[in-house]
DNA sequence: CAAGGGGTAACCCCCGCC
DNA sequence: GGCGGGGGTTACCCCTTG
């Protein structure tokens, strides 16, 4: 125990020296000793896997990082728990923006709010429980010109600190220079991790009592190569099982070289039966937020009747995915046509029924589609034409939805997004790829 | 004769010793000289109302204003003419930029190009028929930071030229401070106006000779407020009688605050039938590039056959319009029901010439709505499906195209603009607000 | 490279809500 | 008034094509 504590010291006094800018080692020395003896942090609670950065000049606070599990009704925020301490000196955890990488190396942004500093650490006490809560952390985006200067300066220092000796080739000033600039463009503007340390404070001096861990990403929002996916519109929501259906979609900031649309449709234990990718060309991504594709063929193009399957937005760079919005297939014409005829003298809100408890088993699944679920039209159909939620979406039904294959007009094919179902519904809402209660209707 | 060259004399000393920032002070007391004596300036052909404005930055070349009639084929560039000069001494056209007000002042932009120099003034001999040509005009944008500095520094120089005894009260720097930051704001930096001066240099002094005259404004075309209007695509050109029909149309940027979507309708003559406009919210403008609209309903709604008119976007605080795409109204289901089974039986391809014949004497005609003619299926069946055409636009039919009033799929309301018609077709190009070359199919 | 574009970085400001 | 967001502008940077 005592050699470990001389480690730790050793650590911190070094990390002191080199004028305060301090950097989780890793802690790999550490991490070895025995688990029985050794605090661990833990993360109780990660941060969300996105926010927008703010620049210096955007001035003010713009709200902080909220955690995984938030929700509009019950906040949560990065949590952290010290595990295996048993002392009774207070503990401090700090917390620091590192690089995302396998190694995380300290990163030029900044954590800033209400708990931090000039460097960007943020320092708050461990309460009894010995939880800390970081309530209030914002990401300060560091500009791209600033960026080789301050990491040739680090290492710099880093020089300094080491007198020089370390290095077995005395580097020139030049080549630390140009080093810097290649570590730069290198470095990932738009994703850091967050480490937290644990410490103790004892004559102006700090003494850390765990090793450093980190959070899971978090992705700048506003960065269109790491910003949430988002489908925000679509003018159908359903088309032949022949494929080729032309269909304009608006989307939040999307990369036209790095964007495909995925149709793909699930059993009813949310396995994946099939996908498929819709057909455009960059020049079918108009100005990064709408794109005009072609829907791609059913598996099978014979179908007898209606098919449900989701459209996503898909980005191959990160393996990111938007939520899935219900899509249907629908038979050929002149398979529908005789039907379709008696159909019409039915009651539309009944047939539509009948389509939906079809569906709704799909209801509990969970895995790769994530937690969604339908509700029946008795719960939704208070929802008019075109009529918006509190933010001002659409939540009526979704444009124009005739698809070509019946004059039945727009009740033929709806999708209606309950607004009073839209909260509160499990700790997995973050990694949902369904559009959560959605519920489609086919009035065939 | 000699009096009026010390005027000329005096007015070009006097600007030249304030540090050659020269102005054109509008040449009032010129104008008012007989016109049979005077040598004019003439504007054989006015710059584009349009052209992208560069920084500083952004350097190299990016093609210079054309003229107002310049096509893809013949390039056309601004253009003046000395009218009743008779001497024989050499004669140089000089432009530089000014605010695009009711008396013009001395705009903060500079022309840049070939001819220019530091300043912003471009100078190019007269032609010995008396016409200037200026090929290679750019706009350069003096950044809005830099602005108040300038406008500073102009009053200064004024107030020395002028020995401050001419102004009464005499002002303090800071007035004149403040005075600059609100002219400054006061700038519009979008609209400019060329202004052209002869001259003739005699030892090194240059001399009038004759009064200034400005071209028609030029806008910046990325500004968002001074912007081209254009439609880019519509998911579908047709829609019911009766109106609110949803459409998807993608649009380059607009502001959501100041943009309308006009519908209406000309006779053969282009005199204006009817107008009416699209029914939308702020929160229907995606992002500044696409706008979710609903259909207004036609001044008919009992129509018995398809009324062809046109969609524009609208801007009101300037008046301008984009080019009109051809959209056309149909009858209301029950109506057609009849004739629709008995049409469906006719070839596609007849009854689409028949209908395109009914409006090709739209061809001739001009005034508000511009310029536009109509060809006929035979010139422009070659278009397939989907083609592009070399700009890479869709230059096929324009997107799904049936509208939820019968089943014959996209045939039956089908976009075509012709590409190989589509140059050379007059010199008011520039105003036409209709589509050229364009062609609407009914197939019913 | 000229002649056009589209996209990004950095910044500025707007709302609705306590 | 300032928080918690959000959209839009400014200035800049880059890419296509001939």
Redesign the interface.
């Known amino acids: 125990m005592f050699k470990w504590i001389l480690v730790v010291v050793y650590r911190v006094v070094y990390s002191h020296s080199i004028r305060n800018i301090s950097r989780c080692p890793c802690g790999q020395n550490l991490r070895n000793s025995s688990r029985f003896s050794t605090p661990q942090l833990k993360i109780l609670e990660q941060p969300t896997n996105r926010i927008r950065y703010r620049y210096r000049s955007e001035k003010g606070s713009h709200g902080g990082l909220t955690g995984e599990n938030s929700s509009q009704n019950k906040k949560t925020y990065p949590t952290v728990k010290l595990e295996n301490y048993h002392s009774t000196a207070q503990v401090y955890i700090r917390a620091s923006l590192y690089t995302n990488e396998e190694r995380p190396k300290s990163h030029v942004h900044k954590l800033m709010g209400r708990h931090c500093n000039e460097e960007g650490h943020c320092t708050v006490p461990l309460s009894d429980n010995m939880i800390a809560t970081f309530q209030n952390l914002g990401i300060l985006f560091v500009g791209k010109k600033e960026v080789p200067d301050i990491l040739y300066r680090r290492k710099l220092e880093e020089t300094q600190v080491l007198h020089t000796s370390f290095i077995s080739a005395n580097p020139s000033l030049l080549s630390v220079r140009e080093e810097s600039e290649r570590d730069a463009k290198d470095m990932n503007l738009n994703s850091v991790k967050i480490c937290f340390e644990a410490f103790v404070y004892e004559n102006d001096m700090s003494y850390a009592v765990s090793s450093p861990i980190f959070s899971r990403p978090v992705a700048n929002q506003k960065s269109p190569d790491s910003g949430e996916l988002k489908i925000?519109?679509m003018?159908?929501y359903c088309g032949p099982a022949t494929g080729d259906?032309?269909?304009?979609l608006?989307c939040e900031?999307v990369n036209k070289k790095e964007i495909k649309i995925r149709f793909f449709e699930t059993d009813s234990d949310g396995h994946q039966l099939w996908e498929s990718f819709a057909n455009f060309?960059e020049?079918d991504v108009?100005?990064?937020?709408?794109i005009?594709f072609r829907t791609p063929p059913y598996r099978d193009q014979n179908i007898k009747s209606s098919v449900q399957v989701y459209v996503q937005l898909f980005r191959p760079r990160d393996g990111e995915y938007s939520e899935g919005r219900p899509f249907t297939y629908k038979p050929k014409?002149h398979d529908l046509d005789g039907v379709e005829k008696k159909r019409r003298k039915i009651s539309h809100y009944n047939s539509g029924v009948e389509d939906i408890s079809n569906n709704s088993n799909n209801g509990g699944n969970s895995g790769f589609v994530g937690n969604h679920s339908f509700t029946s039209l008795a719960d939704s159909s208070h929802t008019t034409q075109s009529s918006?939620d509190s933010n001002?979406?659409n939540i009526g039904y979704y444009?124009?939805s005739?698809c070509?294959?019946?004059?039945t007009?727009?009740e033929n094919c709806l999708q209606i997004k309950s607004n009073h179902l839209n909260r509160n519904y499990g700790p997995n809402r973050r990694k949902a790829n369904l559009i959560e209660n959605s519920i489609t209707l086919f009035v065939n």
């Open positions: 925000v519109r003018d159908k259906e032309e269909v304009f608006l900031k060309t020049a108009h100005h990064q937020v709408a005009v014409e918006r001002n979406n444009g124009h005739s070509s294959h019946d004059s007009k727009r």
